[in-house]
């Protein structure tokens, strides 16, 4: 299959935006909550930025790792072409221009009328951020357009105040665990309206939970 010349079909309005991003510092919990707190399933089409190689199975599923890009994107078409869930990571260099390459890759894979939604869960997202201002790239796509092709992305980070406004305005869903600093906290605070001293004292594996509606907000930990 020629992936380069492909691109995504199917837009569909009646998609909604599912797309969920998980902060907290170091430890707080965010690989932890992508793997346990159910975002995800055995079931579901799922590929990887993880430079780091933070997933080697999720929901009792191995994922399948691969460090070229064309081999990548190769297994991705191959998964796309089924019903089936795959989970399937991408480990290269951790830079702006890989990630983007990802995106692009990722992109083509678009398709608002599959079985099946593709998610796409990005690790230490601010490592590969230029900008906390709007996100013009093919990421911020993924983000803004992306829905109505089927994409669910989950953006992790350990610091709010590196992500961009886009990733925020554009996650209805935000997972906060224990946050690194009083600047993170306080600007967490203003993202999910609960109270700054409960944000403060959140610890690992603790979190808030934020869906769309102004107060749905729910708190919980995480157990292993
Ligand atoms: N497989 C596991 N079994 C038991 N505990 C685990 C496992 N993986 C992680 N933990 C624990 O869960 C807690 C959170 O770890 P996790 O890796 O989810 O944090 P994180 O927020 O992703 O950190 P980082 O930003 O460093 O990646 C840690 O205390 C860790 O020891
Ligand atoms: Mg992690």
New binding site residues.
């Given amino acids: 299959m020629e992936v380069k010349s492909m691109k995504p079909i199917n837009a569909n309005n009646e998609l909604k935006a599912l797309h969920c991003v998980y902060c907290?510092g170091?430890?707080?919990?965010?690989?932890?909550?992508v793997k346990k707190f159910g975002n995800i399933a055995a079931t579901d089409q799922v590929v990887f930025w993880d430079p780091h190689i933070?997933y080697e199975e999720i929901q009792g599923r191995k994922v399948r790792r691969y460090t070229s890009f064309s081999k990548f994107a190769a297994a991705v078409a191959a998964g796309r072409k089924t019903r089936q869930g795959f989970k399937i990571a991408l480990t290269v260099p951790e830079n702006r221009k890989n990630f983007l390459t990802f995106c692009e890759i990722v992109k083509r894979f678009g398709n608002g009328k599959h079985a099946k939604l593709l998610h796409v869960v990005i690790e230490e997202l601010p490592q590969v951020t230029e900008s906390v201002a709007k996100e013009k790239s093919v990421y911020g796509w993924l983000l803004s357009v992306g829905r109505k092709f089927g994409f669910v992305v989950h953006s992790v980070g350990?610091r709010v105040t590196e992500m961009s406004k886009t990733t925020l305005s554009q996650s209805p869903y935000k997972w906060v665990?224990m946050q690194p600093s009083a600047a993170d906290a306080d600007r967490m605070n203003k993202e999910i309206e609960v109270p700054i001293n409960e944000i403060k004292a959140l610890q690992?594996?603790e979190y808030f939970y934020k869906s769309p509606g102004i107060g749905n907000v729910k708190s919980g930990k995480l157990r292993?």
């Fill in positions: 907290g170091t430890g707080s919990g965010k690989t932890s909550a933070d350990q665990g690992p594996l292993w």
